[in-house]
Structure formats: structure tokens, C-alpha cells
């Protein structure tokens, strides 16, 4: 068995000590005598699963207690209706930043349900940067702020938590939740798929404060009510419990790395270097503005678009895979998770180097 | 390693030679050099994954050609809404059968986009059986005919398809597609959670027909639209991939079994076994109607209800899991799905006479 280094920007990367893990309990979990696919969710094994999940993600993030963390299915999409069904409340309007493909996504889903206005919007820059704070226009009577903490196609995320002008701040963090510390008490709610630092696809990880939940639009389906699931202990019915297993197994590996102050040190030191390859050489080239450059997904252009192409295949003959840019914007991507380690990156730049050396 | 009989009524049994599969490339996948877990929905390998699961599953159930297969999140519970927000159109009504405590939350979901009016309700018998269709009452101006194949809690199954007065048929089969034939041209829409005899908890089936599905009520969150799932291949957003590839693994296992004919057998004979040992003594009872018993969950009483806690322990000593009864109806519960063998009846058999003998 060979592992390839794998550079996808979700799914993406599991820690290998995670799969060996699943992989030696798949038939016999726990001394269940059975997988933890063929258990019920209402087993106290499993229950205590969902429980120890949900205190590590509570002590690796210092989780208040005025917060319920819930485990649903459906992924960011679905959030993104679920946002405003929940958050409404009695307002007609919400406020959000777009700063890339992501933003564009939950802005027209929320607008089914309300009034937008754009706080900012970094489309006419091509997402390459985000506007600074004194530039924004925030509805003070809407209900909420959101905005994408890291756009994954576009590789732009925020270096800070925004002022949201006392409106809840709601925050699509799916692609670097878990990645680095920061102050949840700041924020109204927070989500993200799993697929990316969490685990796998399947399971969508929501934070979100207790008086914000209870008040759901008319009309709104039992498993879009946040305070459904919360009442139940995420399992309003059976819940995708292979991936709430994987979810927790990803949790015990970043205690085990030293939690998240130590993966946003490795986190910084993987993208600085990357970064610092690609501005090293006119071969390649990022555009984002230095200030908003994503730690977890890198896209780059070659000066010769055409060698892409033969970049790709370079790259897959020695073990690199899921460096294709998003197929709405082309070009490469490298997306360096958690679960990558600092030796992938390095292999990256190396590899980049004999290219442009071939190649240049 | 030892494996126990699982007769839990969902999360259930998966056939151990799927587990072995799933085990063994659970870091490497089809020579990817990764988990399937780790790789994206977009590559080729996946989408052939997805592909191939579509064309077993119309080949296994002889699906025509004018009905889209559907792979989404949320289980059933999804369903009981997107069901009236994608088919009932310009209609204000639907019409539910209530046979169990599946058609009860159906119809109370429905509620809340419709006036549901119940073309016949087993709740004065306890769910012991199903009333003649000539006593049922349709309302042949409503959107749809909604009925529960399987009841999971009860134990109530249909024996036939219902007449359903030229509207669409609507059926939830979770707990009993794919262990039997039926001319899926009788209906309109068919669903199902995996969990039960398709794979692991997390990814949902619908068959549709094509005509219904496009035009969708007020509100909907894409997410919940079939149309759009439709367009994209099930691929909206990231689906639920670990699920999608045991799904896979289960359907070839099915074709390596027989296909559904031979299940179905295979099922009649389990079922028939276990039922004649209820009704061959006075100890244990089934109460529902002999042509309505469910050939997937069989629920049984102790004639001394004091006993149940000790049979419990009893048969987890001799290792079979899962048979406490549903928590609102107490009692004892088999679960006989596709991947329990006839073995594990046989000594469910054994052990309930043994215990007989001994607390009798």
C-alpha cells in the first residue's frame, strides 16, 4: 500500500492514525462485538460517543456554556437555509459579506427567506481580498452578520473576527474550524461540514448560542429547527453515526498533536512556506492580497496556463494528488488541512522547483 | 474477536463480508493511495462509485427508466417534508394510510405544509392491523396517497401495494426496500433510510418518477428540492461519500446473494420460522394480525412482562444484541433484515425455548 500525499480540498486528508484506528475496530467496536455502523444510536455505547465528542470539541475550542453544539447532516448547504429559517425571527432582512463563491452561495439561498444587503463585496477584485471593516454597510435592524471565515475556492480568509455592530455574527467556518484558536463567545453561530478539518463527509458540526434558537419561520421543516435537535441531543432520528465516529476519532488526534494552539503554529508554518515558494518564483503566482491569504487553500497559477495540465500529471506520478484547481476557476490548489503534514508541503515545494527547473 | 447476532432495528447487521471489504481498503481505496473517506465526490473513481450504485440498484429492483434515483441526507424524517413541499404543487390536501408511529410522524410533517386527511387508522386497534381497503376513504382531489410499507415499531406490514385511486403512491420503505421484489411502476415516490437493509446510517434513497418532481412549493431550501439533487447527480453539495460506497459494497452483496428474489425467500422462511415459535406457545405473543406481520421487525411480549429484562440479559449472555423492544412500546423486538442469516433465527429459537424452559 502506497499513500499519496493528498492535497484534495474535500474530502480531504484523515491523519493515518485515524483510518488505521477505524480500520482495526471496523468489525468490533468498543467490544460491541459488532462495527459501529451496525449499532443503535440509542446504545449507551454510542450515546457515550456522542457525548465525549461533544465535551472535546467544547474543551478544544473553550465552548461556552451558554452554547449548544449540535451534529447535523446535510452539510454548509443546508445551513444556509437553515440560517436565516432560524435566525430570522421577526426581521425581514440579514446582512452578509461576499467574499467568494461560498458567500455568493449562502447569499442566494438566504434570499429566499429575506431582504440581503451585501455588508461588502469583493467580486468586481475577483475575491481577491476583502474590503477593510470601515468600508462596510451594516443594517443595524437586520437580524444577523454572516460571512465565510475562509473561502475555499478562492482561497481568501478573514485574519480576524469582524465587528458585526451588535448583530449576531453568524460565521461559515467549514474549511478552518479547528485550525486555530479564537473567542466563540464573539459569535452567534458557527458552522462547518466535516469534510475538510473534522473528518468526513456527512456529519455538519453547529455552534450556536442557546437564545438565539426556539423561533423558526412558518413553514419550516422539523429537520431544519435547530432547537429540535437540540432538545434531542442531535438525534431528532438515527444520526450518519459512522461519521460522528470519525468526527470524534479526529478530535482525539488533535488533543493528541496538542490541540488547536499547536495545529495554528503548524498551520501558519505550512502555508508561510508554500506562500513563500510561490512569491519566490514568476513561474508561479497567487493573487490574493497578502492580508487575507487562506492558511488552508492555496491557488496558484502557472505563468504558462498550458502546463497545468503536465503540472498535474507531474505531480500524480510522484504521489501528489488533488492539486486541480476548482473546476469554476481552474488553475492548481493546494489544500493543507490539519491532516497535512509539514513533509507533504515540503514535497510540494520541492516538487514545484524540479517543474519550474523542466519546465521554467 | 467475537461477533454477535444484531437484531437492533436500525443502525442493523451489515453482511460481515462487506465489513471485510470496507476494512481492508480502508487507506487505500480502488488504488487511489487514499481512503474513500479522503477523496473527492468530483474524481473519477467516485463518481463511477455513484454511478455503479445507481445501476445496481435499477437492476435489483428493475427500476423503469422514467424514474430518477436519488441519493440525499437527512433519513426519512427529510423526507416527510420534502415529500409535500416537492409534490404537492397547486394541490392543498394529501391523503396518509396510519398504520404505526412512522405514518404518524409522516402525517404530522405533512401538516405542516397541508390539510392531511387519513384514508384509514389502525391507532383504535394498537396497530395491530391494517382495515380492507374497501373501508379506506381518498380524497382522489389530493396531491398524493402516503403509507408506511413497514411499520419498524409495530410490526405492521403491507402484503400488497394499495390501490391508491389513480393519485400518486407514496411509500417510506426504510426498514423493508430491497428484501423483497414489487413493480416499482405502481408508484410515484419511494423512500428509504439505509440503515436498515441498504448500508449504514447517513444516506437516504428516493426513486421518483420524473413527472413529479420540478415544482416545488414556496420556501424550499434547495437542499430539499428533488429537482435540483436530480441535476446534479445527487451531488449538490458534498454528499455523504463513506455511506454512498457501503450502500455500494451492500448492493453487490445482494447481486452475490440472489438478488431480491432469493432474499425474499430467504426473509419468508426467517420470518415464518420465528413466528411459529411465537404462536407455538403461550409464553411469547405477537400481537398483530397474521396478515399484516411484518416479515422485517417482529415484536414479541412475555406473557410475564416482569421477565423481559431477564430474557434480555439472558440472550446478550449468549451473545444476540438489539432485541429490547422500541422505548414506547416496550416488549421485545427481532430485527430480521437482509444480513440477518438464518442462522442467527435458529438460535434466536433455540435460546427462546431454552429461556422457556427455565422461567416457564
Avoid at 462495527?35 to 440509542?42: A, K, L
Avoid at 465516529?245 to 508554500?274: F, H, M, P, T
Wanted: hydrophobic residues 40%; aromatic residues 10%.
Amino acid at each position: 500500500m502506497t499513500r499519496v500525499y493528498n492535497f484534495s480540498a474535500g474530502p480531504s486528508a484523515i491523519a493515518e492514525s485515524v483510518l488505521k484506528q477505524a480500520q482495526s475496530e471496523l468489525l468490533d467496536w468498543n467490544g460491541c462485538g459488532a462495527s459501529v455502523m451496525e449499532i443503535s444510536h440509542r446504545s449507551k455505547a454510542f450515546i457515550s460517543l456522542a457525548e465525549q465528542s461533544e465535551q472535546r470539541l467544547r474543551s478544544l475550542l473553550a465552548i461556552p456554556e451558554n452554547y449548544r453544539v449540535l451534529f447535523l447532516q446535510g452539510g454548509a448547504t443546508t445551513q444556509f437555509a437553515m440560517i436565516p429559517m432560524n435566525l430570522l425571527a421577526d426581521k425581514q432582512r440579514a446582512v452578509y459579506c461576499c467574499t467568494g463563491a461560498w458567500s455568493q452561495k449562502a447569499i442566494k439561498e438566504a434570499e429566499i427567506y429575506c431582504d440581503v444587503t451585501v455588508a461588502t463585496d469583493s467580486q468586481s477584485d475577483q475575491y481577491t481580498g476583502i474590503a477593510e471593516q470601515s468600508n462596510w454597510t451594516i443594517d443595524t435592524q437586520a437580524a444577523y452578520l454572516h460571512y465565510t471565515d475562509n473561502e475555499t475556492i478562492h482561497g481568501v480568509e478573514f485574519g480576524y473576527i469582524p465587528d458585526s455592530k451588535g448583530l449576531p455574527l453568524v460565521s461559515d467556518m467549514s474549511s478552518n474550524l479547528l485550525s486555530r484558536p479564537f473567542d466563540v463567545s464573539r459569535f452567534g453561530l458557527i458552522y462547518a461540514g466535516a469534510q475538510k478539518n473534522i473528518g468526513c463527509a456527512g456529519i455538519t458540526v453547529v455552534i450556536v448560542r442557546d437564545d438565539l434558537i426556539g423561533n423558526v419561520i412558518s413553514g419550516t421543516p422539523s429537520m431544519l429547527d435547530y432547537s429540535k435537535h437540540a432538545k434531542q441531543g442531535s438525534m431528532l432520528n438515527t444520526p450518519p453515526s459512522w461519521s460522528w465516529y470519525i468526527l470524534g476519532l479526529v478530535l482525539e488526534w488533535i488533543e493528541s498533536q496538542g490541540g488547536v494552539n499547536r495545529l495554528a503554529e503548524l498551520n501558519r508554518e505550512k502555508a508561510d512556506k508554500l506562500y513563500a515558494a510561490i512569491d519566490a518564483s514568476d513561474f508561479y503566482r497567487n493573487p490574493v492580497h497578502p492580508d487575507y491569504r487562506s492558511r488552508m487553500n492555496i491557488p496558484f497559477l502557472l505563468a504558462d496556463s498550458a502546463l497545468e495540465p503536465v503540472f498535474l500529471k507531474y505531480a500524480q506520478e510522484a504521489g501528489l494528488e488533488g492539486l486541480k484547481g476548482h473546476r469554476s476557476v481552474g488553475g492548481l490548489r493546494a489544500s493543507i488541512y490539519n491532516a497535512m503534514p509539514l513533509s507533504g508541503v515540503e514535497r510540494l515545494i520541492d516538487l514545484m522547483n524540479e517543474f519550474e527547473r523542466d519546465h521554467g
